[in-house]
């Protein structure tokens, strides 16, 4: 089954200086609990798709359905939700909080949701992902990497069907890049989650079922492992 | 958990932005000031006064400037809550991007903003009771007890700053949480990168403000020049107006205008550092006009105020040396006896010094018609449309006489040297500018005092300005025995009290005694031969002198409440510049240390540093420096000359300038101290 469908996305920025075409006509779909790795160089339009299908921005053309609904026909608010509930993020920027703890910020939105918080399963992911001691430390205290790895227990702890991860390994050396990619992988497997993940890093793209390479806004390359 | 949220942000605020909260704090503390200030007890005073003189001006001028600071503080508190907008976006995008609804940031927001808000409110409050304590200090210390600006605390004002604050801080919070409702999460995530470095502003545009601007600064002098303050306030308002639309167009244009000049200059521009020093003012200046406006228009009237109420503060000074008796007690016409207050005074051991004695008089001119004769030279020469004899009162139309003993027992209280005179001879007591005109006349023999003989002039200050004294302006002294021919005009007495009484002494006094007034020069009437006498009751005796003048005359009020607002005013404006520069500290150290990174080293860029404050600390002051010394020139030259209605300074223009002078070397001064003291703040935060 579908979770994800682009259709002719585009998306430009236009001033009176210069027109960069970020996204220019990319359609996609991804399967239920497939593990897909987009790559490409730096300006390529990564990001810009991301935040696409994430529907953190609109997009100049096209339109992007997440099981079936369509994000642009949502009410912010209602999209919101919509987010809450389907969609997690793992960002270039680790995005925490700063004056919550390591654990306040992983169930943070799991309480904005009101769900009940499985602390066994918290305490098998920050196991696995190697801050099990870091739990009550502040953000900052941490290292660039463990922060990295936080945001990520965040995003697998709300079980969504959808993880977005830009460069979520980016700030990782190339075997702990690898382990935590394959935390992702197992999570996704063990709660038939879709992953899209952005890399520049081609051990991780490897580990993907399918990889997309953007050139220019265009998707120049699509492959099976 | 929205709550524990919110309390801990507000914590990590009060650390991580000190800044914002001494915003705040200040703001607060400026609003309490000025509020406190309006309600004191001596500016009502003031503004009584003016109303019973029929002009509502005085109201008007509060409403004016209660709305100028009002502007200014609203200004501050959305720069602050933007700033930190800019700051937080980032958190609130990752909020948003958790799932927490737009709603619920908002509430978050608001919730947050109210912890911080009453902290501020509070400290604010706190400091500007200290601060106005502390003025009211200072203001007794050099009045020597006796002039009180501003309550210790005052309820009224109390209530209208947490009114304004809240106010204030209510809308704006609310309308910045709106903004936040507005913005999308993508703006959100990255604002900061959206918000820097707006281009560079149209050339031709900026440099057509740049002279609108000019034309604006010099009408504004025009107006007040054209018809200064007297009986019309619209024409100080308009002024006013015409300063800051020139001084916030100035700002609008002066970086195009910059910029050209230094596009020309290619030799500059690439000396080590000057392009990026230039950048960065560039690049800056476009967001910080509003403060450089705001900044020049406060300093252009911190310096107006000063200056203003020194030349008042001056006057006052001068009214008190032609006052040199502490106390003078008088009663006119018949004679009646004042030695019972004598009696109480020393009793009270109020008294160092005193002389009961008359003044006496003759239906005769001789000498006041000298008098009128100089005064209406003076008048006309002025271009002052009056009458020396409508200044005149009508109990002094004759000319006034002293007893040769009484006379030489008054210099002596006033430390003067006694005088020589015998039994055929007379002489004469006057202010300075009548001794030339009188000397002439009387020795050229044109004026006969019955036969005796003139032996010359004295013109120390003898309580001899506004009427009721030792006569108006001048007084003749004869031997003992001439007065038996004479009227009695006036039973006196004066004296000298010891260094200890207060002004509640006297009052007491004044209680104590039935028949005994404050001489109040205002109530007066009119006579037939339109001179005009003191509305005095029968059997009324009337208290003068210095102390009487300390506690009734407004001029010292005004004096007091004008440098009270031009501190307040000086504080405004360099508030506004360091905010601004504390504020962009972090990006400053970033910028700084990418420089580092290129090669330049630390002394050089300090020097940078230096140059970049320099520059923007220079940039304000100088176009205020120039607007408001015009401005205050043809007000302090006013103020000069039209607060003695008889010609006491000898020289109004070195005055005028002298005043200037010291106004602008406090407010040079004060800015300097500003400026050091951010300076080093930043360069702490910058360097290390
Ligand atoms: N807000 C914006 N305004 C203008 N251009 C933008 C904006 N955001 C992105 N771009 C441009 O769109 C293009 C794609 O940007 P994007 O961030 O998607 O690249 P990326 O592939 O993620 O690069 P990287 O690997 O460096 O993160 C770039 O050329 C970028 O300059
Ligand atoms: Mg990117």
Redesign the pocket.
């Given at each position: 089954m579908e979770i994800v469908k682009a259709v002719g996305l585009k998306k430009y920025?236009i001033?009176e200086t210069y027109e960069?075409r970020?996204l220019d006509d990319v359609s996609l779909s991804i399967a239920d609990g497939e593990f897909l790795a987009v790559v490409?160089?730096?300006?390529?339009?990564?990001?810009?798709?991301l935040n696409m299908l994430g529907g953190l921005d609109v997009p100049t053309e096209g339109g992007v359905w997440i099981r079936g609904s369509s994000l642009k026909d949502m009410e912010p608010e209602e999209r919101t939700i919509f987010r809450r509930r389907n969609i997690g993020f793992v960002f270039?920027q680790y995005n925490l909080v700063p004056v919550l703890s390591v654990y306040e910020n992983i169930v943070l939105p799991l309480r904005l949701d009101g769900t009940r918080i499985d602390e066994e399963l918290l305490g098998e992911v920050a196991e696995s992902l190697g801050i099990i001691e870091k739990l009550e430390r502040l953000p900052q205290t941490l290292s660039g990497g463990q922060q990295q790895r936080a945001a990520i227990a965040r995003a697998l702890m709300a079980k969504p069907a959808l993880i977005l991860a830009?460069?979520p390994t980016g700030n990782l050396d190339s075997a702990t890049s690898m382990e935590v990619t394959g935390l992702l992988r197992s999570c996704a497997e063990r709660f038939h989650q879709t992953m899209v993940v952005?890399t520049?890093q081609e051990e991780v793209a490897q580990m993907a079922d399918l990889i997309v390479r953007?050139e220019d806004?265009r998707i120049c390359e699509r492959g099976e492992r | 958990m929205l709550i524990k949220l919110s309390l801990r942000n507000s914590r990590h605020q009060l650390k991580e932005y000190g800044i914002y909260i001494i915003t705040m704090i200040i703001s607060v503390c400026l609003l309490y000031c000025f509020n406190s200030f309006v309600f004191s007890e001596m500016f009502q005073k003031v503004v009584a006064l003016f109303s019973i003189s029929g002009s509502s001006g005085m109201k008007i001028i509060v409403v004016f400037y209660s709305t100028i600071m009002v502007f200014i503080i609203g200004w501050l508190i959305s720069y602050m809550l933007n700033f930190m907008l800019r700051k937080r976006s980032a958190e609130f995008g990752t909020y948003l991007l958790l799932g927490m609804e737009k709603r619920q940031i908002v509430e978050l927001y608001i919730l947050e903003n109210s912890i911080l808000g009453v902290i501020s409110l509070f400290g604010g409050l706190i400091l500007g009771i200290g601060i106005t304590n502390i003025f009211n200090f200072f203001a007794k210390k050099i009045s020597e007890g006796i002039v009180i600006v501003l309550n210790g605390f005052s309820y009224n004002a109390f209530f209208l700053t947490l009114l304004y604050f809240v106010v204030l801080f209510g809308v704006l919070t609310i309308s910045v949480g709106i903004k936040i409702r507005k913005l999308k999460l993508i703006t959100l995530i990255?604002y900061e990168?959206?918000n820097e470095a707006p281009g560079m502003k149209d050339l031709k545009k900026g440099v057509v403000l740049f002279v609108l601007s000019l034309l604006g600064g010099i009408s504004s002098i025009f107006v007040l020049y054209k018809q200064p303050l007297e009986e019309s306030n619209n024409n100080l308002i308009l002024g006013c107006s015409f300063v800051i639309i020139c001084l916030f167009l100035l700002y609008y244009g002066i970086c195009p205008f910059i910029f050209l000049c230094v596009k020309r200059s290619k030799s500059w521009k690439y000396k080590s550092g000057n392009i990026f020093l230039f950048r960065n003012f560039a690049n800056r200046i476009n967001k910080i006009t509003i403060q450089l406006g705001l900044a020049s228009s406060a300093l252009v009237f911190s310096l107006l105020f000063l200056s203003t109420g020194i030349s008042y503060g001056n006057n006052v000074m001068e009214l008190l040396q032609l006052n040199p008796f502490d106390v003078v007690i008088l009663h006119k016409g018949e004679k009646t006896s004042l030695r019972p207050y004598y009696e109480y005074l020393e009793k009270e051991k109020l008294i160092d010094d005193s002389c009961l004695y008359n003044l006496y008089t003759t239906n005769r001119t001789a000498i006041m018609s000298i008098r009128n004769e100089e005064l209406d030279e003076y008048f006309k020469r002025e271009g002052i449309n009056i009458e020396a004899k409508e200044y005149l009162y009508d109990e002094n139309k004759w000319d006034m006489y002293i007893k040769y003993s009484d006379y030489n027992s008054l210099r002596d209280m006033l430390g003067y040297k006694p005088v020589k005179m015998s039994d055929d001879e007379f002489m004469i007591h006057c202010m300075p500018y009548l001794s030339k005109g009188i000397q002439e006349q009387v020795s050229q023999k044109k004026v006969d005092v019955s036969s005796l003989k003139f032996i010359g002039i004295r013109d120390e200050e003898f309580q001899q300005y506004d009427g009721y004294g030792n006569g108006q302006e001048v007084l003749i002294v004869v031997p003992d025995e001439y007065v038996d021919k004479l009227q009695l005009a006036y039973s006196m007495l004066a004296a000298d009290l010891t260094a200890s009484v207060k002004i509640s002494d006297l009052e007491k006094f004044v209680l104590k005694f039935d028949s005994l007034e404050v001489m109040e020069t205002n109530i007066i009437e009119g006579t037939e031969d339109s001179m005009t006498k003191l509305s005095a009751k029968k059997g009324v005796d009337y208290l003068n002198g210095r102390y009487v003048l300390l506690a009734t005359k407004v001029q010292i009020v005004l004096a007091a409440s004008l440098c009270f607002l031009g501190t307040i005013m000086s504080m405004i404006a360099c508030f506004v510049l360091a905010i601004h520069f504390l504020s962009d500290n972090l990006i400053a150290r970033q910028r700084y240390a990418v420089l580092n990174i290129l090669g330049y080293d630390k002394k050089m860029l300090l020097k940078l540093f230096e140059k970049y404050i320099f520059a923007y600390y220079l940039l304000p002051i100088v176009p205020a420096l120039i607007l408001g010394v015009g401005m205050a020139y043809v007000t302090v030259a006013q103020v000069t000359k039209d607060f003695f209605i008889i010609p006491v300074f000898t020289e109004t223009l070195g005055i005028t300038l002298n005043i200037l002078g010291v106004s602008v070397l406090l407010i040079i001064m004060s800015f300097i101290m500003y400026a050091v003291i951010t300076y080093l703040l930043s360069r702490k935060e910058v360097f290390t």
């Open positions: 920025y001033t960069v970020a490409g160089t730096s300006g390529s339009g990564k990001t810009t798709l270039q830009d460069e952005v520049h953007l806004g | 990255n990168r959206f």
